[in-house]
């Protein structure tokens, strides 16, 4: 896993980033679409992607799951899955 900063903020803060991030995904690719600067199929999926995150960080927060909890338990999962990976798929 790629080393991260020791931030410590609330499910709700990144929630408040992901909005914010949405509102802008939603202007900046509707004048990119109507200008033929990307496609709207592009613009579309790039939104709903970001739509995913929103989804998950909305979970963490209705389950009392902090990002640095799932990102330990994730770990432990990767580990357990490596060797089994590993036995199965080569290096």
């Given at each position: ?21 949405l ?56 580990n ?12």
């Amino acid at each position: 896993m790629t080393k991260r900063s020791k931030l410590q903020a609330p499910v709700e803060e990144y929630l408040k980033e992901v909005n914010t991030e949405l509102r802008f995904r939603e202007q900046v690719y509707a004048k990119k679409v109507q200008d033929g600067k990307m496609s709207r199929p592009l613009a579309n999926k790039r939104y709903l992607l970001m739509e995913d995150i929103r989804t998950v960080l909305e979970e963490l927060s209705r389950t009392g799951i902090s990002i640095e909890n799932l990102l330990e338990e994730l770990a432990k999962i990767g580990n357990k899955a490596r060797p089994v990976q590993q036995k199965l798929f080569g290096d």
